[in-house]
């Protein structure tokens, strides 16, 4: 079964610090990509997403994420992060011209000033 | 712009009742809506899709029975867990989306608390 892999649960950083969260996923055919975010008390919100074209995607608040497909990567990148950058991070796939969303687990990331 | 509304956030009942959760696009049509579970620290779990004037999709191991899904107009969408018990307590997320391939668009989820 397809499944979506992010290894870092929990990653705490300071202001300023470069961060990276992994995310890794399993099917041999063509997929979209996304990367969510949950500020605390909020709804998941998309931050970038990948469908096709150049790898190297990006989204909003500086982030981005490039698409290995000989890794079966999708990482998301931030060179500076921010304390309001503190939030859950979700990792999907669809399987493509699919509405299946699937999901990894999430990464906490939390910045002290 | 993209906004899913979903109602309420919260509830707290009794084992035995029957707990209706909606959830509507505010400024788009959605011809397809989705249901989500969340398990403490796990991932969103799909549970089934809902196309507009047709019968709900249900992902393997989820009771059709337990979780009656609607989806009426392009706008609305309800869950209704009935004869909720304690192990039906959870996170329930809605998501939305204009066509295929577009990005789906989440409600703020209702915490569903069983007694």
């Known amino acids: 079964a397809q499944s979506v892999s992010q290894h870092n649960h929990h990653v705490i950083l300071s202001e300023a610090a470069s961060l990276e969260l992994g995310c890794n996923y399993s099917y041999g055919g063509t997929v979209n990509l996304f990367w969510y975010v949950q500020y605390p008390g909020q709804h998941l919100q998309l931050l970038l997403k990948?469908?096709?074209?150049?790898?190297l995607v990006k989204g909003i608040k500086g982030f981005e994420a490039e698409f290995i497909k000989s890794k079966f990567s999708f990482n998301l990148r931030k060179p500076s992060v921010q304390w309001s950058d503190t939030a859950e991070y979700f990792c999907a796939v669809t399987l493509y011209n699919t509405d299946k969303l699937i999901f990894g687990t999430g990464t906490r990331l939390q910045v002290f000033p | 712009g993209a906004v899913v509304s979903q109602h309420p956030s919260r509830v707290i009942c009794k084992s035995g009742t029957s707990v209706k959760i909606e959830c509507r696009s505010l400024?788009?049509?959605?011809?397809?809506m989705f249901w989500y579970r969340q398990f403490p620290k796990k991932s969103l779990m799909l549970m089934a899709t809902?196309?507009?004037?047709?019968?709900?999709?249900?992902e393997q191991g989820v009771e059709k029975d337990k979780f009656l899904i609607n989806h009426a107009s392009l706008t609305l969408s309800t869950l209704t867990v009935t004869s909720a018990h304690p192990e039906d307590s959870s996170f329930y997320i809605c998501?939305?989306?204009?066509?295929?391939?577009?990005?789906?668009?989440f409600g703020d989820g209702t915490r569903l608390s069983i007694l």
């Open positions: 998501s939305a989306r204009k066509e295929v391939n577009q990005p789906q668009h």
């Open positions: 400024d788009f049509q959605a011809t397809t």
């Open positions: 990948y469908f096709s074209g150049d790898p």
């Open positions: 809902s196309n507009e004037g047709s019968k709900a999709t249900y």
